[in-house]
């Protein structure tokens, strides 16, 4: 039995070893401040090059923009890498209220060789301060991760922390609000909204479950089953019955 039992612990270490072997190097987002020109700011391990965005105080901007990536990241023992993405959300300034919710960017993934591979996000523009109040500080997080045919999920998010750097909107540019004139309604099981400009779109059921959060420019429409749903845009929610 105990020769039994230490084969078995042998296989479940060699295991371990063989399937969890992933890692990261030289990860960027590319961020334009105040128009200023796309600037690397990196996250993870330091790759002596941009600016670190853990930590980073953006302080007063009239515009904030997230122009791209350039990821890098590696897997062993036959552990081929798929695919990847990065994410952000931003929160108040003690960071105790997501403003806007977690937003997934999948990237182009490509290997670079050996058992290195690349994720690049280029010509985005995906503004920060879209919705946001005027004279406020927030903090934007950011994280992100690759994944694979067979170690699964690596995540790059400062242990679960992410990587969070603080800006404060100014008063005058760079702040664009939602219409007023936003309209929800529904039709044979689907959910829609139309407004103007971009909006941060959340559907929840009547639970309070979260089903999707997506930004959208101009209009939203969403397949669901019969029920009750709220659905918020730009944080103002609309209670909707789907029959």
């Not at 959300?89 to 690349?118: F, R």
């Not at 997080?141 to 045919?149: I, L, Y």
Request: hydrophobic share 35%; net charge neutral; glycine share 12%.
């Amino acid at each position: 039995m105990k020769k039994i039992t230490f084969i078995l612990t042998c296989v479940l270490l060699v295991s371990s070893f063989a399937y969890g072997d992933t890692g990261w190097f030289s990860d960027f987002v590319l961020i334009d401040k105040n128009s200023g020109g796309e600037h690397y700011y990196w996250i993870g391990g330091n790759p002596s090059f941009g600016t670190e965005l853990n930590n980073n105080d953006f302080g007063i901007v009239a515009s904030l923009v997230i122009t791209g990536c350039d990821m890098k990241y590696w897997a062993n023992n036959g552990d081929n890498r798929t695919g990847g993405a990065f994410y952000y959300m931003i929160k108040n300034a003690d960071n105790s209220t997501v403003i806007v919710a977690p937003v997934e960017k999948l990237w182009n993934h490509a290997s670079i060789g050996g058992n290195d591979y690349q994720g690049t996000l280029g010509s985005q523009s995906i503004n920060l301060l879209e919705g946001l109040a005027k004279n406020t500080t927030y903090k934007l997080h950011v994280w992100a991760k690759s994944w694979g045919d067979a170690g699964g999920d690596s995540w790059l998010n400062n242990g679960g922390a992410n990587y969070v750097a603080t800006f404060m909107t100014d008063n005058t540019t760079g702040v664009s609000q939602t219409s007023n004139a936003i309209k929800v309604y529904p039709e044979k099981n689907t959910i829609n909204a139309r407004f103007s400009g971009q909006a941060l779109i959340e559907l929840f059921s009547i639970t309070g479950q979260q089903l999707k959060s997506v930004v959208a420019n101009n209009e939203f429409s969403e397949k669901v089953n019969p029920g009750v749903y709220v659905l918020r845009v730009n944080g103002k929610a609309h209670k909707v019955l789907v029959k």
